[in-house]
């Protein structure tokens, strides 16, 4: 079956990570995968929630929005209580930074990944993940430089992925056309170490066996270390700077 874009089954979108985006922020990255664009920045504020006061440790959390042009019809901001779909997300991305990062390194300081949608084509959250792990090594390298910190806490790296069945084949990195009719549908989050953080998977169309499953998870895994790859040139490109 041939994919949309011409891709093989195992061969991830086109992506590049460009740090810097946002001049103001500790840290900040615009994450391009295919058509999908999300900025991701990183801000350090000089407290905790209430419940890790006085503890000595730091947190990191994050926030999600897709502007209302990011999709093919207008998607109507969220002026109220934030959707079951963007706080699923959302709680994603801090999960998913914080399994990495010595927490008890950062001391008592919050700093939040805010992830825009500029314009998704599939795999939004994945794509945040992936800029949101650079963005944060940014402000953390950013602090490390005024002598803040003594060295960057950050156990590994993590980048995520989708995967899935789309007409009875396994395929890698969904865009939006493919992620619609998946008969089965992953994300996955790993470290460089290829440890896995989170999978996310859903039969959509019907129940799939543990050797789909394996299947998926083994492609998705070879996915993810080519984004670590990048992920990693990208910041040996600012460590320079």
């Known amino acids: 079956m041939a994919r949309i874009d011409g ?3 195992d061969e991830l979108r086109p992506t590049t990570i460009t740090p810097g ?33 006085g503890q000595g440790k730091g947190w990191i959390t994050a ?11 207008r998607t109507a901001r969220e002026r109220s209580a934030t959707g079951g779909r963007t706080m699923e997300i959302q709680r994603l ?9 010595d927490l008890g390194k950062v001391g008592e300081r919050t700093i939040t990944l805010d992830c825009d949608v500029l314009q998704a084509d ?9 800029g949101a792990y650079v963005a944060l090594y940014q402000a953390l390298l950013d602090m490390v430089r005024k002598g803040v910190l ?15 069945v789309v007409g009875g084949e396994v395929m890698l990195d969904l ?19 290829g440890e896995y953080v989170e999978v ?23 996915g993810i270390g080519r984004l670590a790859e990048v992920q990693k040139a990208v910041i040996a490109e600012f460590q320079r700077a």
């Not at 991305?93 to 990062?101: F, K, N, Q, Y």
């Not at 003594?150 to 899935?164: D, R």
């Not at 865009?175 to 996955?188: S, T």
């Not at 799939?208 to 998870?217: G, H, P, V, W």
């Open 7 to 9: 891709r093989a089954n």
């Open 21 to 53: 985006f946002q001049e103001f922020a500790e840290g900040s990255v615009l994450v391009e995968v295919g058509k999908t664009r999300v900025v991701c920045s990183a801000s350090v504020e000089e407290r905790v929630p209430p419940f890790l006061r």
């Open 63 to 73: 926030e999600y929005g897709m502007l209302p042009r990011s999709t093919l019809s």
């Open 93 to 101: 991305i801090g999960r998913s930074l914080r399994a990495v990062t």
């Open 122 to 130: 599939g795999g939004t959250r994945t794509a945040a993940i992936t």
């Open 150 to 164: 003594h060295h960057v806490p950050l156990n590994n790296a993590v980048a995520a992925t989708s995967v899935g």
């Open 175 to 193: 865009c939006y056309e493919e992620d619609y009719r998946a008969e089965v549908d992953f994300n996955v989050v790993m470290t460089d170490a």
């Open 200 to 222: 996310q998977g859903t039969g959509e169309d019907k129940p799939f066996s543990k050797a789909a499953m394996e299947q998926m998870l083994a492609v998705a895994e070879s």
